[in-house]
């Protein structure tokens, strides 16, 4: 059963256009995570919430906001989107004391 | 900060042969390491952990990797490779985030693994 999901798998938006991306969770984990992997690159983590604290990487670019309005759903808003915002983009939660994270199957973003 | 290098961009093995991916890492404490495996399209499956004790471990499908604290090495192994282990795998090192129980990763740049018939 698949314990991260993330809505769509595939997502296609115009150049500017504010997109947002899901994810939900069925493990009650405390902390989510939001990874932006660019082709044929690592993953980078963009920011994570432990509870309904927000936790920024210093590089995330002003463009990439988040939400979380409860425990078992995560949002990535990007308000305008750039060419160079294609990318997959992973969620992933944490449940504590350095548990593995788990990941949903990523969301695929094109800019057309 | 912490870094992690996997020096092998891309990996071609014949079905049935042994396999060792590479990875290193740069860590001031001791570190948590994790091998990811990620399929095309796919997120990332972990395929196994290190946080202490036996410096070799065991993970899923088969394959281990040993922590080797001199060479802050965490090298990913398979006896024998079968053709559905063809993926991207990743390293990872993770630490607390500011002191706290849970995690920030650290990914490789990954190593893509071709297995030949």
């Known amino acids: 059963d698949a314990m991260v999901i993330q809505n769509p798998r595939y997502q296609v938006t115009q150049f500017g256009k504010p997109v947002t991306l899901s994810c939900s969770q069925t493990?009650?984990?405390?902390?989510m995570y939001w990874y932006q992997q660019k082709s044929s690159q690592a993953p980078k983590l963009l920011f994570h919430?432990?509870?309904?604290?927000?936790?920024n990487e210093a590089d995330t670019p002003d463009n990439f906001q988040s939400r979380r309005p409860n425990t078992s759903f995560c949002f990535l808003d990007i308000r305008s989107p750039g060419l160079g915002d294609a990318a997959m983009y992973l969620c992933?939660?944490?449940?504590?004391?350095?548990?593995?994270?788990?990941f949903g199957d990523g969301t695929r973003l094109s800019i057309l | 900060a912490q870094s992690v290098t996997q020096p092998d961009i891309h990996i071609t093995v014949s079905e049935g042969a042994s396999l060792e991916l590479r990875c290193n890492y740069s860590?001031?404490?001791?570190?948590?390491l994790f091998w990811y495996v990620q399929s095309p399209g796919q997120g990332l499956q972990l395929l196994l952990k290190?946080?202490?004790?036996?410096?070799l471990v065991q993970g899923i499908k088969g394959f281990e990797a040993e922590f080797k604290r001199s060479q802050s090495s965490f090298n990913l192994r398979k006896p024998s490779v079968h053709w559905s282990d063809a993926a991207e795998y990743f390293c990872?090192?993770?630490?607390?985030?500011?002191?706290?129980?849970?995690?920030?990763?650290?990914f490789g740049q990954g190593t893509i693994l071709t297995v030949h018939p």
């Open positions: 493990l009650n984990h405390n902390v």
């Open positions: 990872a090192v993770g630490s607390n985030a500011g002191g706290t129980s849970y995690g920030k990763l650290t």
């Open positions: 860590y001031g404490a001791t570190p948590y």
């Open positions: 919430y432990y509870d309904k604290d927000f936790n």
């Open positions: 290190y946080f202490s004790g036996d410096t």
């Open positions: 992933a939660t944490d449940g504590g004391r350095m548990l593995p994270q788990h």
